[in-house]
Structure formats: structure tokens, C-alpha cells
């Protein structure tokens, strides 16, 4: 038995299946650009100043959210306690995914985005989560 016969690794049985292996090759590195492009294209995002204001912009105005109804309508989020959850969700998202792109705070004077509001109630206050 030969390789011309049989194929090997290294040299294709037929020159359709050289292009097969060409063309995957092809095929994974136009994926591996694609990606790069939407990686770069939600890291833009995240750090727009723009009509966003930013992924930390984002965190910090959910959580200013949460603040605002604790204080003006504590009554809202004790009978309405799954609200509490979604906007816990929606940090916890946030916050995943400012961990992946590795953002840096950019005011490093002052805890930005600020705490949790949760983290900071009163223990009369606390809630089951």
C-alpha cells in the first residue's frame, strides 16, 4: 500500500480533499476574525461615552435605580420584592461582563460605579433575596 493510493496526513488522495482541508482552514480563520470584530465591537460599547454613557455608566445608574426606590418607595419594593431581583439580575450581568472585558474604573478618586445598595441596607431592613 501507498500514500498516493490510500492518502495520508500529509499528502491528500485526492486534490479535491487538499481543497476541502484548505477551505476549513479558511473557514476557521474568517470565524476567528468575525469573533475579534464582535469582541472589539462590544468593548467599544462598553467603554462609549456616547448615547450609553458605558458599561460602568450602565452599573451605576442601575444601581442608583434601586437607591431611588428604596428611599422614595420602600413600600413598592417590599410588596413588590421580585423587582428587587431583576434589578440584582441585571448587575449581576453587568458586572460579569465588565469582568470579561477587564474595565478599568476611569475615576479612580471614588468608588465607581458605587455599591450595591443592598449591601449597604440596615439590618431592619434586610429582605430574602
Known amino acids: 500500500?501507498?500514500?498516493?493510493?490510500?492518502?495520508s496526513a500529509a499528502t491528500p488522495a485526492t486534490p479535491e480533499?487538499?481543497?476541502?482541508?484548505?477551505?476549513?482552514?479558511?473557514r476557521r480563520s474568517q470565524e476567528r476574525r468575525r469573533k475579534a470584530r464582535l469582541f472589539d465591537a462590544?468593548?467599544?460599547?462598553?467603554?462609549s461615552r456616547g448615547d450609553t454613557g458605558g458599561l460602568l455608566k450602565r452599573i451605576d445608574e442601575n444601581r442608583e435605580l434601586f437607591e431611588l426606590l428604596e428611599k422614595e418607595c420602600p413600600e413598592v419594593i417590599d410588596?413588590?420584592?421580585?423587582v428587587e431581583g431583576?434589578?440584582?439580575s441585571n448587575d449581576a450581568f453587568f458586572v460579569q461582563l465588565r469582568e470579561i472585558l477587564a474595565l478599568a474604573n476611569p475615576h479612580p478618586e471614588r468608588a465607581y460605579p458605587r455599591e450595591w445598595a443592598a449591601n449597604r441596607r440596615p439590618a431592619g431592613?434586610?429582605?430574602?433575596?
Open 125 to 129: 431592613r434586610a429582605r430574602a433575596a
Open 86 to 88: 431583576w434589578i440584582r
Open 79 to 82: 410588596r413588590l420584592w421580585w
Open 17 to 26: 480533499a487538499g481543497a476541502c482541508s484548505i477551505f476549513g482552514a479558511f
Open 1 to 7: 500500500m501507498n500514500d498516493a493510493t490510500h492518502g
Open 42 to 47: 462590544v468593548n467599544t460599547l462598553a467603554l
